[in-house]
């Protein structure tokens, strides 16, 4: 299966702040998708990136909030925007491959 | 919206013992995976499911795709330490290929 490099592991970051987290994939694959799994609850899904479009938001979840670039097939990223402390989750990244859906290590988001 | 109710919540047992837990659904889902999260990682992909009936094991761990296709439960025999985390259930949203998650059940293993 992908395995897949997510990094920050984790950050602390201040309130008004931007952050951006990185996943690049070992093989190339088409769609990559961003979830958020707040404090002891379980993951929703942010949105869909595919290479050389717009990414697809879920209801709730804006592009402000959430800018996502997909430059290529192995890579995406994700920023949280103007932080808050409601934003204080673990960030994912995950991709479809050939043995099932895999996901990153995460990103541990503390906003001060 | 397609969702799925898993349950239990939480579990604590003693080492040696077998576990159960389940998810169901109102609506049909085509494939069920079952996932485990320790703490500070991602989920890791435990079974993955895709027809109905289907009966498939990983080493202690046993799924089982519902005949009707609205459920799946996940077993584990003989508990370990190591089974510690949190177990989510997940399936595709019909005609997409975005996974939907259960809430999760998570499980405590006393030594």
């Known amino acids: 299966s992908a395995v897949i490099s997510q990094k920050p592991s984790r950050d602390i970051c201040q309130r008004g702040t931007s952050l951006t987290i990185q996943c690049q994939v070992d093989s190339q694959v088409t769609m990559m998708f961003w979830y958020r799994q707040q404090p002891g609850q379980s993951l929703t899904l942010i949105a869909t990136a595919n290479q050389g479009s717009e990414a697809t938001y879920e209801s709730g979840f804006v592009i402000d909030k959430f800018p996502i670039s997909r430059p290529n097939l192995t890579f995406s990223t994700l920023t949280v925007s103007n932080m808050s402390p409601e934003d204080s989750s673990i960030y994912l990244c995950?991709?479809?491959?050939?043995?099932?859906?895999?996901f990153g290590s995460g990103t541990r988001l503390t906003v001060v | 919206g397609q969702q799925l109710n898993q349950s239990p919540q939480s579990m604590f047992i003693q080492e040696g013992e077998d576990v159960s837990m389940n998810c169901t659904s109102s609506?049909?889902?085509?494939?069920w995976l079952w996932y485990k999260q320790d703490p500070g990682e991602g989920p890791v992909l435990l079974i993955a499911?895709?027809?109905?009936?289907e009966l498939t094991s990983n080493g202690r761990l046993t799924a089982q795709f519902g005949i009707t296709r609205k459920d799946s439960f996940l077993n584990i025999s003989a508990s370990i330490p190591s089974d510690v985390g949190i177990y989510f259930c997940a399936g595709p949203k019909e005609g997409s290929e975005k996974l939907v998650f259960g809430k999760g059940t998570k499980l405590t293993v006393n030594p």
């Open positions: 499911l895709y027809k109905a009936g």
């Open positions: 995950s991709v479809d491959s050939t043995d099932g859906y895999t």
């Open positions: 609506s049909i889902f085509n494939t």
